[in-house]
């Protein structure tokens, strides 16, 4: 479809102030006003850039490049996962009669709807204590067996695609999808490198690697994160029964993808060329996008599912074909699918819900119809939430455990076993001042935790509260917007919750720089103010991966993958790779190990129990009604606890959150199990590396440091046994009681544990 054809959806200019050339003055001048102020406090430095990357890349070769080909295996599995589900949304399209107007979004849903279906099921299998490689390869082979044969069929895995005029793009867009390879380049880069980020493996891909190894989806009674809406971590343990994390980083660089395949391709589709490249690079622009995509994390799996439920909506209410209440029904599973994987999705269902409601109204619907519609769309969006609350409620009696939601506490949540009010992030400011001026101070980095939005969004921020006699759906994208904005306004002004509104952002300002502006000095301008803000967008990311993964060494394997997990980094605080190594190695294959003081459970390959900072400690609870040491050890082989991993410094960092919750009885009992018990088979202590000092190991850089550091007992990780009763009556040194430091505790409960250590048995 030729631009000029695509163009004639947008309405004739009518004579209105709001028209007046001279209104473009203010856009511009805005977006050179605040990039001018972004750039003082956030100055691009490709000088800093450069450095890092040398560094990083020093005793590397060309020829070290040929070692990326270890990553195939992944990259292929992940493109079989994409293939399945495409099979699987070609099967259910036909049989529910499903019609796309486009070939190329179309595929994206069908990948989608296929996505859904391999979650459900896993879900169902799962629940059921059938997580094994075999089942979960049933929807699988299925899906690569309906892709085959729509291939073989047609010659390609859908509807031939119409053949498309070539569209000439001016250099600037040019530009723009140059940056935009290179984001990605660096987004491919953090994704090939091994998991380092915290949330990650603790939950991300620590709940998941709990499933897979006991094979059922079941209640984790000591992390509530197994108790959430885990549509993406039930995603990621399909993709961890047949590959690592290295897999299911780049399952999460696939949603991205296919998030800016879809933008592409959605506006090119009604509206021009240039516009689907500035929406990809508007989005990718922003330096939250690919800092998260390159990790195990949920966002953009969200992101994924709430665009495809915003572009079907828009399919609905714009009425393009006359069949389009199939749009509803796809944008309602689609919602489904995103709450399902976090609560905070309702911000879509609440943005579309406007949205529909809005675009009926203007076509003069009955208002019986739009209340149909409405309870339509929110029907089925919580119909997929229901195995979730069904789960949670059978297993804990409280349907959204561990959350609440009161007027006494705002957002509340069980922290070790009370009801508190969240306060991570704290409750935001929802006065008016705040609601108008937070997209200002959260850019200039004030008043958040997390200054990482870039320039891009808040300079192209008048454009849709200026210019608004525009195509509808640009005017229900911009409602959706609006009240998406409220809802995360007012509940938590935490970014990465805001983080999948960035693809309907992209096409809200792509929209206006190159399509409403006909103006080619304006379009001019507000693009080269982009690319310049991109700049600065992409020092920040490069900068955050080399001090944070400092990844060109081991994605190229001139650091092998056990060292570059072996030491710490600042975002990759006292790792305990180096003890849990040695286990996966030594223990028997049945071994089950006790975390204290850590929970990023991922890289053990032996049955494990952690706990978060929400929840008591399991080695604590198990005092609960024992008369002594014996009967306590009992307990734990009871529990299969055969080991006990302490993480020092990790304890010690966290000491402020009472992780050791003892009472003087519990400490007493637990003292004398540990004399009588415990004996340590291992110990190790991690290296640390200070990427932008060029500090790669301090071990072998700074050997008078380090020195003094590995003498110090509380920076190691220590491995325990814990003895059976004959072995415990033999002669033996007992260990150093690494629990008697003060340094694991609070200082309120240690003034209550300190009397018992003076009358500890030796």
């Given at each position: 479809m030729a631009k000029k054809h695509r163009q004639q959806n947008l309405p004739e200019i009518k004579k209105h102030f709001m028209d007046s050339p001279w209104m473009y003055i203010i856009p511009v001048?805005?977006?050179?006003?605040?990039?001018?102020?972004?750039?003082?406090?956030?100055?691009?430095?490709?000088a800093s850039v450069s450095a890092l990357v040398s560094r990083s890349w020093q005793g590397a070769g060309i020829t070290d490049i040929l070692y990326t080909v270890?990553?195939?295996?992944?990259?292929?599995?992940?493109t079989l996962?994409?293939?399945?589900?495409?099979?699987?949304?070609?099967?259910?399209?036909?049989?529910?009669?499903?019609?796309?107007?486009?070939?190329?979004?179309?595929?994206v849903m069908k990948i989608?709807?296929?996505?859904t279906a391999i979650i459900y099921y896993q879900l169902f299998t799962g629940l059921m204590g059938?997580?094994?490689?075999?089942?979960?390869?049933?929807?699988?082979?299925?899906?690569?067996?309906?892709a085959l044969r729509s291939i073989l069929r047609h010659g390609s895995p859908d509807d031939t695609p119409p053949v498309q005029r070539k569209e000439s793009v001016s250099l600037l867009v040019k530009v723009c999808g140059a940056i935009t390879v290179v984001f990605l380049f660096f987004v491919l880069l953090g994704a090939l490198t091994p998991e380092t980020f915290y949330d990650s493996l603790n939950y991300h891909t620590g709940v998941p690697l709990y499933w897979v190894q006991h094979h059922a989806i079941t209640p984790i009674s000591h992390s509530v994160y197994s108790y959430f809406s885990n549509n993406i971590h039930v995603f990621y343990g399909t993709g961890l029964l047949f590959g690592n994390e290295i897999t299911t980083k780049l399952m999460h660089v696939a949603f991205g993808l296919l998030i800016m395949f879809a933008l592409y391709h959605w506006s090119r589709r009604h509206f021009s060329r240039e516009m689907g490249i500035v929406a990809m690079f508007i989005f990718i622009s922003v330096p939250f996008v690919p800092m998260v995509m390159w990790k195990t994390a949920i966002e953009l799996g969200l992101g994924f599912f709430e665009t495809l439920a915003l572009l079907c909506a828009l399919y609905y209410v714009s009425g393009e074909k006359q069949n389009n209440r199939q749009f509803l029904v796809l944008s309602a599973v689609f919602c489904g699918a995103a709450v399902g994987g976090k609560y905070f999705s309702v911000y879509s269902l609440a943005g579309i819900m406007a949205m529909l409601a809005a675009g009926l109204l203007l076509k003069k619907e009955k208002i019986t119809g739009i209340l149909l519609t409405l309870f339509a769309m929110s029907a089925i969006t919580l119909a997929l939430l229901v195995p979730y609350l069904a789960r949670n409620y059978a297993w804990t009696g409280n349907m959204t455990y561990p959350f609440g939601i009161s007027v006494e506490k705002d957002i509340n949540s069980v922290v070790k076993g009370k009801v508190e009010e969240v306060n991570d992030p704290a409750v935001?400011?929802?006065?008016?001042?705040?609601?108008?001026?937070?997209?200002?101070?959260?850019?200039?980095?004030?008043?958040?935790?997390?200054?990482?939005?870039?320039?891009?969004?808040?300079?192209?921020?008048?454009?849709?509260?200026?210019?608004?006699?525009?195509?509808?759906?640009?005017?229900?994208?911009a409602l959706y917007c609006l009240v998406y904005y409220f809802c995360w306004f007012y509940v938590r002004t935490y970014f990465r919750y805001m983080l999948p509104l960035m693809p309907a952002l992209a096409i809200l300002y792509a929209y206006y720089i190159t399509v409403y502006f006909n103006r080619k000095i304006i379009k001019t301008v507000l693009l080269g103010l982009g690319i310049a803000a991109s700049a600065s967008s992409l020092n920040m990311v490069v900068v955050n991966e080399m001090v944070s993964m400092d990844p060109f060494r081991v994605v190229l394997g001139v650091e092998s993958r056990e060292k570059y997990l072996f030491t710490s980094r600042p975002t990759y605080p006292n790792p305990y790779y180096g003890v849990i190594a040695w286990a996966n190695e030594h223990l028997p294959a049945n071994a089950k190990i006790m975390f204290i003081g850590e929970s990023r459970g991922y890289?053990?390959?032996?049955?494990?129990?952690?706990?978060?900072t929400s929840d008591f400690c399991p080695l604590i609870q198990l005092l609960d009604g024992c008369k002594d040491a014996d009967e306590y050890r009992q307990k734990l082989a009871d529990e299969g606890i055969t080991h006990v991993l302490v993480n020092m410094p990790?304890?010690?960092?966290?000491?402020?959150?009472?992780?050791?919750?003892?009472?003087?009885?519990?400490?007493?009992?637990?003292?004398?199990?540990?004399?009588?018990?415990?004996?340590?088979?291992?110990r190790d202590i991690a290296d640390l590396s200070i990427p932008q000092q060029a500090i790669r190991s301090m071990r072998e850089q700074q050997p008078a440091w380090w020195q003094n550091y590995s003498s110090n007992p509380g920076n190691y990780v220590y491995l325990y046994e814990i003895l059976s009763p004959a072995a415990a009556q033999q002669p033996r040194h007992p260990p150093i009681n690494l629990f008697l430091l003060p340094q694991l505790y609070p200082q309120p409960r240690w003034h209550t544990l300190s009397p018992i250590t003076t009358n500890t048995s030796k």
């Open positions: 001048a805005w977006a050179s006003v605040a990039l001018y102020y972004y750039l003082k406090i956030y100055p691009v430095s490709f270890h990553y195939l295996p992944h990259i292929l599995l992940v996962f994409v293939t399945a589900a495409l099979g699987i949304g070609i099967a259910l399209s036909k049989l529910f009669k499903l019609d796309f107007d486009d070939p190329y979004v179309g595929a989608g709807l296929g996505f059938l997580l094994y490689p075999v089942t979960a390869a049933i929807p699988l082979l299925a899906g690569l067996a309906f935001p400011d929802r006065s008016l001042t705040n609601f108008l001026t937070l997209p200002w101070n959260l850019t200039m980095g004030k008043q958040t935790q997390e200054p990482m939005s870039g320039a891009m969004l808040l300079l192209f921020l008048p454009l849709p509260l200026l210019f608004w006699k525009t195509d509808l759906r640009i005017r229900l994208l890289y053990s390959r032996r049955k494990f129990m952690t706990f978060s990790e304890a010690i960092r966290l000491a402020g959150y009472d992780l050791l919750h003892f009472t003087p009885g519990q400490y007493k009992m637990f003292l004398q199990f540990w004399n009588k018990y415990a004996n340590e088979i291992h």
